[in-house]
């Protein structure tokens, strides 16, 4: 079975462009979330989503957001690009059902390595 | 979620059993003790997970103390490719907090030849 992947693997970008991110989860996972991991902040949820809807959301400004297509792929994306924008970006996804309580695993992609200049 | 301690850096002997502890004082009953672990430059790898009682998976076990405040994973048979930054990570289960994981600094283990 095919993992998670991320794609574009590197990308660099000037301050104030905007930037697109996909991810395309493990086949039969509905549940992708998002990730920023930085050196000096390490990994921090950005956001996940569920069924095509945001069911949770990090502590991260309105620049940054996200959506989730019927075939369950995913989009990130982050406007008015700062430096500190700079991060290794991971996208995760879990066979989560909905309304269930369990216990699940993460799996996760490589990861989009962006650079802002 | 409880919070976690974890060392920052340990180090193994290739072939020897590699012991990662993590301490999670303030957990509650009903939240998950789970494992994972990153390799440079790739995303984090799930290991193992548990909620009372230990485990063992073909990767690791997982020993879980009686009052849950504290774990270790356990890596049988080190190697080198073991080597990589371990997360140790409580959480409750999916229903309310979904994919949202909490990783903190956790601990760099090196394996050497």
Not at chain 1, 12 to 30: D, N
Not at chain 2, 67 to 73: A, G, H, I
Not at chain 2, 80 to 90: G, S
Request: glycine share 8%; proline share 4%; net charge positive.
């Amino acid at each position: 079975k095919a993992g998670v992947t991320q794609t574009p693997r590197y990308l660099i970008k000037t301050r104030g462009q905007q930037v697109t991110l996909s991810c395309s989860p493990i086949s039969g996972h509905r549940s992708v979330s998002w990730y920023q991991q930085t050196p000096g902040q390490g990994l921090q949820f950005l956001f996940e989503y569920f069924s095509e809807t945001q069911r949770n959301k990090g502590n991260f400004p309105g620049r940054f957001s996200g959506r989730q297509f019927s075939n369950s792929r995913s989009e990130m994306n982050v406007s008015t690009l700062e430096l500190g924008d700079s991060a290794l970006y991971l996208c995760a996804s879990s066979r989560r059902v909905g309304g269930q309580r369990q216990s699940e695993k993460l799996f996760f992609g490589s990861g989009t390595q962006l650079s802002v200049l | 979620d409880a919070k976690t301690t974890q060392p920052p850096s340990m180090d193994c002997a290739e072939g020897r059993a590699a012991n990662l502890p993590c301490n999670h004082s303030t957990i509650s009953g009903n939240e998950y003790v789970y494992w994972y672990r990153q390799i440079h430059s790739q995303g984090p790898q799930y290991i193992i997970h548990g909620l009372k009682n230990n485990e063992t998976n073909e990767m690791a076990s997982l020993i879980i103390t009686e009052d849950r405040k504290s774990s270790t994973l356990i890596l049988p048979h080190a190697t080198l490719r073991d080597t990589a930054v371990y997360y140790c990570i409580v959480r409750v289960a999916a229903l309310t907090s979904g994919s949202r994981l909490t990783f903190g600094e956790g601990t760099q283990l090196t394996v050497n030849p």
